[in-house]
């Protein structure tokens, strides 16, 4: 079945520094990204929608300027996490979505802890 | 714009027993998907069935049963013959138009399944 590779799976980081996240779709073309965020014991708030070859598309709320994403192929998109500060601590998970296909398929996820 | 709603924050159920995960939802497309989604404690997102909104029977895999009511906006999760393997938390989404448009999906906010041996 479709596979997505999400690395790091855990980063500690130091406030103000940047963190990026990978996911790459292994044995499809990932048309579609979208990146969501969860806090424990609550639900998966997506961030934004990214296009390959376009500029994402974000949630209401969420600073572009600081969760900067590309989606520069279709097999890589990349949520990069810019001046972080404690708060961003959080999992952060992307999911794929292929031409023609109805399912979604997500990464393992990223535990970021900003220290 | 479309709404998840899952009522349930938490709920029990014996080993072997069926146990019944609500939930609702709102959208003014015709055509949509329903999704659900099983999180244990490691953070993966596993699939666990699907419904389209043109889909006329109920879906069902293996275990799991999708129990689709149109016209009231329920698309409620039946697990039969829990196992202890069962206990995590599970996200019911919602995908607004056709499933090749790559539309977003939204969760609702979750329910933690405990069995209990």
């Known amino acids: 079945g479709a596979v997505v590779s999400q690395h790091p799976s855990w980063v500690i980081c130091k406030s103000g520094t940047s963190v990026k996240i990978e996911c790459r779709s292994l044995d499809f073309q990932a048309t579609t990204m979208f990146w969501y965020r969860q806090f424990p014991k609550q639900s998966l708030m997506l961030m934004a929608t990214s296009n390959e070859g376009s500029k994402a598309t974000y949630e209401q709320g969420v600073e572009k300027d600081k969760f900067l994403i590309n989606h520069a192929s279709l097999t890589l998109s990349t949520l990069t996490v810019t001046s972080a500060h404690p708060e961003d601590s959080s999992f952060y998970i992307c999911?794929?979505?292929?031409?023609?296909?109805?399912?979604?398929?997500f990464g393992s996820g990223t535990r970021l802890t900003v220290v | 714009a479309q709404k998840i709603t899952q009522t349930q924050p938490g709920m029990f159920v014996q080993e072997k027993e069926a146990v019944t995960l609500d939930c609702t939802y709102d959208t003014s497309d015709q055509s949509y998907g329903l999704f659900w989604y099983k999180q244990p404690s490691s953070g993966e997102m596993i699939f666990l069935i699907y419904?389209?909104?043109?889909?006329?029977q109920n879906a069902t895999e293996g275990r799991y049963s999708l129990n689709f009511q149109k016209a009231r906006k329920s698309a409620n999760l039946v697990i039969s013959a829990s196992q202890l393997g069962d206990s995590a938390m599970y996200f019911c989404?919602?995908?607004?138009?056709?499933?090749?448009?790559?539309?977003?999906?939204?969760f609702g906010q979750g329910t933690e399944l405990s069995v209990k041996p």
């Open positions: 989404a919602m995908r607004e138009g056709p499933y090749n448009q790559g539309g977003k999906l939204i």
């Open positions: 419904q389209g909104s043109y889909d006329e």
């Open positions: 999911s794929a979505s292929g031409l023609g296909d109805y399912g979604y398929t």
